[in-house]
Structure formats: C-alpha cells, structure tokens
C-alpha cells in the first residue's frame, strides 16, 4: 500500500466518527471547533505525510494558501485524483472557505469524498465534477507521482556534477516531483540522501532518494557532496559569511561583498586559487577560498 492509499485508509477507517473530539483535540483545541480541516491533518499526521505533501491546519484558507505557495491547488475545472484535497465555497465564491475533504475517488462524472465535520460526522459525499460549490483541489505530490526515469550511464554528468550513487545533502525546500520541473522557493537547512539517477538536458536533472524512496528532483546548485573536502574545509551546502570573492576559480578573491552570508554550492578543486563557488538566492555570485569564508 502506497501513502495514497494509506492516506485514504486512514480516512475510511474513521467513517461514523461522531462530534470530531478525537481530531479537534489532537489539533490542540480543548473545546469544539470546525473540524473537517484538523480531520484532514490528523489523516495526514497518522500517515507521516503532514507538512511534507499536506499542511497542517484547522483554517480551511490556510490549506488553500499552502497547496497555492508551491503551485499545487487546481481549480473546479480539474479532474481531481484520490488523495487529492477538496476545498468547498458553498456561496459559490470560490475562495475554499467553508469547508475541506479527501476525494476517495470519480466516477460517471462525480466526484466522492470522505469529509469530517458533515453533518458533524465523517461521513461519505459526492458532487458533480464542476460544482459551483467546489472551489478547488490541493494536488499532493506523493511519492508514487514521481516517475522512475530511464537508466543512463554515470560517464555523461558533466565536469562539476555528482555521480550516481553519491551521498549528498540537499538544500530542504529545493525539491521538485518532475524532472521538467524548477525546484521550488522555500529556504531552509539541509537533508541527506543519495543520488539515484541524473537525467541529461533536464531542468531538476538529479533525482533523489532517501530510506529507499525516492524524494524528489533538483538541480546541481542545491546539492553538495558528502565529506570530499580537506579537514580544514567547508562542506558544499553550508551556509557562511565571505568577505571577498573572485569572478572565477583561478585568480584568488579581491572584491568585497560586505561580508554577506551565501551558501557552499560547490568546491571546485583544492588546487585552485578560489575554490569554493558561492551562491546567493539561487544564483553563484562568486568565488573564494578558505580564508576568505566562516561558517554561521
């Protein structure tokens, strides 16, 4: 059983669920609120999927804005797939403020669902796919929507890229379900996982896995190689502050960045004058060398 799957057991299982306690409560209320949106979560929680492919949240509009942030959210117009995420407006404004379910599956035209908090029960419900009252669907990227790509041999990564097979980190937030597609906005720390497969000529070339599963697509600026420097060095994926940097990787840095902090994109070669290329907001805004950077 794939998270889709588990996702829309879980869902099932607590059909005929009466006032919502068990979900409302684990949100962390301690008195009744709308639940159909902490139904949702606490599916998703249960499945180890909550705030990686379905947000946490108790508002529906919050849950648009999430799936929306990372151009996941459809409008009425889609066919949804199960799994998705269905949001209602039952003025037809289309806002997805009055209420949110799991779609459990379509069929000759409907739409079916699972839905806390109808009725104050979670119970089953269709609609016609189009419905004025539908205003939209989260679209979750589960696992299984990230095609295996084809095999191809290790000796076509270019000069500058991670071979197959390399233990890498990864820059969190920085991940896409497609190779076709750019990797997302968000910023954050780092993960750890393994490069299973570069696909040349794409725009996210190298897919990642970690525990087994595959995790995503990215490109080269926001993975680094694991331990391939000196002692003294600076792991690629490392946020730091730098003085001075250099246009290339031959001649040693002079130009003063007012020691702004950047991220390790890639370490070049030991033996060059500027080794370690930096990158700021997604673009290499220099090179320098271990004199000239300090870990934050």
Not at 264 to 280: E, F, H, I, M, T
Request: hydrophobic share 30%; net charge positive.
């Amino acid at each position: 059983m794939n998270k889709r799957e588990e996702f829309l057991d879980k869902a099932s299982k607590q059909m005929g669920n009466n006032g919502g306690q068990k979900f409302w409560s684990w949100y962390g209320f301690n008195y009744r609120v709308e639940w159909c949106a902490c139904f949702v979560s606490w599916c998703a929680n249960e499945v180890g999927v909550m705030d990686i492919k379905i947000p946490k949240f108790s508002y529906t509009l919050n849950g648009v804005n999430w799936f929306q942030q990372r151009n996941q959210y459809q409008g009425r117009s889609y066919v949804p797939n199960k799994g998705d995420i269905i949001f209602f407006d039952w003025d037809g404004g289309g806002t997805g403020k009055d209420h949110v379910g799991i779609v459990e599956t379509v069929a000759s035209g409907r739409v079916h669902t699972i839905e806390g908090n109808s009725s104050d029960m979670v119970t089953r419900r269709s609609y016609s796919l189009g419905a004025a009252v539908i205003s939209g669907y989260g679209v979750p990227s589960f696992v299984e929507d990230i095609p295996e790509p084809p095999f191809i041999p290790e000796q076509i990564i270019p000069v500058g890229g991670i071979s197959i097979g390399t233990n890498v980190f990864y820059q969190q937030g920085k991940l896409t379900n497609s190779a076709e597609k750019i990797p997302g906005n968000a910023v954050g720390g780092t993960g750890n996982a393994w490069v299973k497969s570069y696909l040349p000529s794409k725009t996210s070339p190298y897919l990642l896995m970690k525990d087994g599963i595959n995790i995503g697509y990215t490109q080269r600026e926001y993975i680094s190689r694991v331990n391939q420097l000196p002692a003294n060095g600076i792991l690629e994926g490392t946020n730091v502050f730098c003085n001075l940097i250099s246009d290339n990787q031959d001649t040693s840095p002079s130009k003063s960045t007012g020691y702004q902090s950047f991220w390790v994109a890639q370490y070049v070669d030991g033996n060059k004058k500027s080794p370690y290329r930096l990158v700021k907001d997604g673009v290499t805004k220099g090179f320098t060398n271990r004199d000239n950077i300090a870990k934050v």
